[in-house]
Nanobody
Framework: QLQASGGGLMQAGGSLRLSCAAS????????TAWFREPPGKEREFVAA????????AYADSVKGRVTISIDNTKNTVYLQMNSLKPEDTAVYYC???????????????????WGQGTLVTVSS
């Protein structure tokens, strides 16, 4: 089970950290990811991290502004977002998968467990 939090109303240029707390069968998680769904658009990949924390991946649109990390002692995945832009406005979802996704890690269909989403609104 995943519980996302940390969203809110932000100004452009600001920073925000989203959290995703995992509970239950965390030993079966291979990797977790953040996706976002901008208003009126499809869900898109933001970043992913292996449960060990050793491997990370980012969408080109956020590379250099976003950092995904994991604290295994708390079973929590974080998404640090800096230099926020209005186009970052979206509902952000965390997701988990028990299998290696490789080059398909950007595909929502690879993930079988989803958090409830947290809204991030960035004003200009």
């Amino acid at each position: 089970q995943l519980q996302a939090s940390g969203g809110g109303l932000m100004q452009a240029g600001g920073s925000l950290r989203l959290s995703c707390a995992a509970s239950g069968r965390t030993f079966s998680i291979y990797s977790t990811a953040w996706f976002r769904e901008p208003p009126g658009k499809e869900r898109e990949f933001v970043a992913a991290v292996s449960w060990s924390g050793a491997i990370t991946a980012y969408a080109d649109s956020v590379k250099g502004r976003v950092t995904i990390s994991i604290d295994n002692t708390k079973n929590t995945v974080y998404l640090q977002m800096n230099s926020l832009k209005p186009e970052d406005t979206a509902v952000y979802y965390c997701a988990a998968t028990p299998r290696y996704s490789g080059s398909n890690r950007h595909d929502p269909k690879e993930y079988n467990d989803w958090g409830q989403g947290t809204l991030v609104t960035v004003s200009s």
